[in-house]
Structures are given as structure tokens and as C-alpha cells.
């Protein structure tokens, strides 16, 4: 079992900035890949970021590219969303979920979820 802890969501204006952490205390996090996902009100879960497992490879939704960055510390069992400019759109629970093996956009093919967090953003 992987215990996936997410951080960093908050309020924040649009055209503002936060970064959410993706903590896994125990494990060996460079054996997984890993992934942000989100989900708002009323719709369905949906993909933004995926990074591999030595943190070479990333992809990411096209709603978010150029404005997230995903990134991942293997030293500290920690991976990261970097948000900025962000606008009312991304506001949503974000989960972090790992896998083992390749990334992937697809949020079924990750075993390990995390709780989420909230992030708000304000018009």
C-alpha cells in the first residue's frame, strides 16, 4: 500500500500562483511513476500532469500547459505542481495518484490516490 499525502491547495486570485506537494513518506518513490489530477464541481475527474519515475519524461493537459509544471524530488518522496497564472477554470480538488511502471494520462491506470486538496481561485 502507498500512502500518497497532497499539500499547497489553498484560495487564491486569479492570475495568482500555488504549488501542491505529493508526499510518500516510507516507500520507494522513484519506483513509481506519478500524476496530478483534478476534479470540479459537478464534472468528471479529469487528467493535468503525469512525470515518470526518474523525472525525465512529463506531459501534460493542454488546458494547463505552459502554465503548470510538474516536477518531482526522489530524495525527499515528494512531487510537485507549480500553478501559475491560474484562473477560475482550475479550480478543483487536486489529486496526486502513482503507478508503478510508465507514466500515463489515463487516471485508471493508477493504483495509489491521494486524499486531495482543495484549490480555489477567485475572479
Known amino acids: 500500500q502507498v500512502q500518497l499525502v497532497e499539500s499547497g491547495g489553498g484560495l487564491v486570485q486569479a492570475g495568482g500562483s500555488l504549488r501542491l506537494s505529493c508526499a510518500a513518506p516510507?516507500?520507494?518513490?522513484?519506483?513509481?511513476?506519478m500524476g496530478w489530477f483534478r476534479q470540479a464541481p459537478g464534472k468528471e475527474r479529469e487528467f493535468v500532469a503525469t512525470?515518470?519515475?526518474?523525472?525525465?519524461?512529463?506531459s501534460y493537459a493542454d488546458s494547463v500547459k505552459a502554465r503548470f509544471t510538474i516536477s518531482r524530488d526522489n530524495a525527499k518522496n515528494t512531487m510537485y505542481l507549480q500553478m501559475n497564472t491560474l484562473s477560475p477554470e482550475d479550480t478543483a480538488v487536486y489529486f496526486c495518484?502513482?503507478?508503478?511502471?510508465?507514466?500515463?494520462?489515463?487516471?485508471?491506470?493508477?493504483?495509489?490516490w491521494g486524499q486531495g486538496t482543495q484549490v480555489t481561485v477567485s475572479s
Open positions: 512525470i515518470s519515475r526518474s523525472g525525465i519524461t512529463t
Open positions: 516510507g516507500r520507494t518513490f522513484s519506483n513509481y511513476a
Open positions: 495518484a502513482a503507478r508503478q511502471g510508465y507514466a500515463a494520462t489515463d487516471g485508471s491506470e493508477y493504483r495509489y
